[in-house]
């Protein structure tokens, strides 16, 4: 008795873990979010678009202008284990990002504050990657680099966290943090977009990579 009750917790427990991964991969919980945005023409359109002339269309069907600014800095302290990459590089049609910071660049079309079209109202972190009125990218949580468990010992190792929600983006043989390892830009069940919420728990944000 007690090992069927088991069996059925575990698998329970199975059904919940999968479809919260399965949620995570779903895209049209974006409808009715902030990020459907009309003004854009709405939906999947006011980031991607089926067909395009420009070879921006080479980055997940991209259909947004690319941030121009040349840099946004990086977060640095003295402790610090490894060194995040730059994401800036005035970016066009013809002069791609490249790799993994793709996945963060792509958010500071519309996040830096300064690419056209605005579409962010100034009560919602306009400033968050604003180089000019906000510091950049050099006051937010480090982006754009490798997650190394072993240059730093406080961090869960890589299995452990890839069986959480937050998501690592492979670059090479590497597995890198983007702004889009925290934020699911297509789902606002968990307000801000947050992949898990940033509770006060072990199992919350921070501590999905923090020990
Ligand atoms: C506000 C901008 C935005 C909107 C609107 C949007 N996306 Fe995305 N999409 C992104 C960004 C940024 C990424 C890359 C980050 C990531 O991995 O989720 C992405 C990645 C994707 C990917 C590839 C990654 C994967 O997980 O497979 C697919 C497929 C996709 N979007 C489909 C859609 C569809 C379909 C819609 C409409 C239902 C949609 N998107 C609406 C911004 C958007
Ligand atoms: C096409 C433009 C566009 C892109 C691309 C985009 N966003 Fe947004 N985002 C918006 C708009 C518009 C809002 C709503 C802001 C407002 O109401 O002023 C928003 C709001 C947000 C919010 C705040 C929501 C809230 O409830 O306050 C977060 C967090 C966010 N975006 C993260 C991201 C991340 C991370 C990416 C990339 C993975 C991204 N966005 C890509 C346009 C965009
Ligand atoms: C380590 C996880 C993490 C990363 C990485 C991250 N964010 Fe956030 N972001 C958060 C959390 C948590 C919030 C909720 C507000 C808070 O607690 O500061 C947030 C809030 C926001 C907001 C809403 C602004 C507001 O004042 O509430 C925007 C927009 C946003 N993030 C965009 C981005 C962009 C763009 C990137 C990449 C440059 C990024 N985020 C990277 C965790 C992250
Ligand atoms: C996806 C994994 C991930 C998540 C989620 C995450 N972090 Fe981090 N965080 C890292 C990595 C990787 C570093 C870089 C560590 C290093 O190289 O020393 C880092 C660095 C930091 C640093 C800078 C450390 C220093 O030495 O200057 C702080 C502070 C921090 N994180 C706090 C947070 C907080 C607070 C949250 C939740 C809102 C959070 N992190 C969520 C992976 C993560």
Redesign the pocket.
């Given at each position: 008795m007690q090992r069927k009750l088991f069996a059925t917790v575990s698998l329970l427990a199975l059904i919940t873990g999968l479809s919260g991964v399965l949620m995570a991969q779903t895209k049209t919980t974006v409808f009715g979010?902030?990020?459907d945005?009309a003004s854009?023409g709405g939906g999947c359109k006011?980031?991607h678009v089926a067909h395009q002339s420009s070879a921006k269309g080479e980055m997940l069907l991209w259909t947004?202008a690319l941030p121009t600014t040349a840099t946004f800095g990086v977060y640095t302290t003295p402790t610090m284990n490894t060194t995040p990459t730059e994401v800036g590089g005035n970016y066009s049609a013809s002069n791609l990002p490249t790799g993994a910071k793709m996945?963060?660049v792509?958010?500071?079309?519309?996040?830096d504050g300064i690419t056209t079209?605005s579409?962010?109202?100034?009560?919602?972190?306009?400033a968050?990657a604003n180089p000019t009125s906000s510091d950049g990218l050099k006051n937010d949580h480090p982006v754009n680099l490798v997650y190394n468990p072993t240059a730093d010992a406080g961090l869960e190792s890589l299995a452990t966290v890839q069986a959480t929600n937050v998501k690592l983006y492979t670059s090479g043989t590497d597995q890198t943090m983007?702004?889009?390892s925290?934020?699911?830009?297509h789902d606002?069940t968990i307000?801000?977009?947050?992949r898990v919420a940033n509770s006060n728990a072990k199992a919350g944000l921070c501590g999905s990579c923090h020990k």
């Open positions: 979010t902030d990020h945005i854009l006011g980031c947004q996945y963060t792509l958010c500071l079309s519309c996040h079209p579409v962010i109202g100034a009560a919602d972190g306009a968050i983007q702004c889009a925290c934020h699911n830009v606002n307000p801000k977009f947050l």
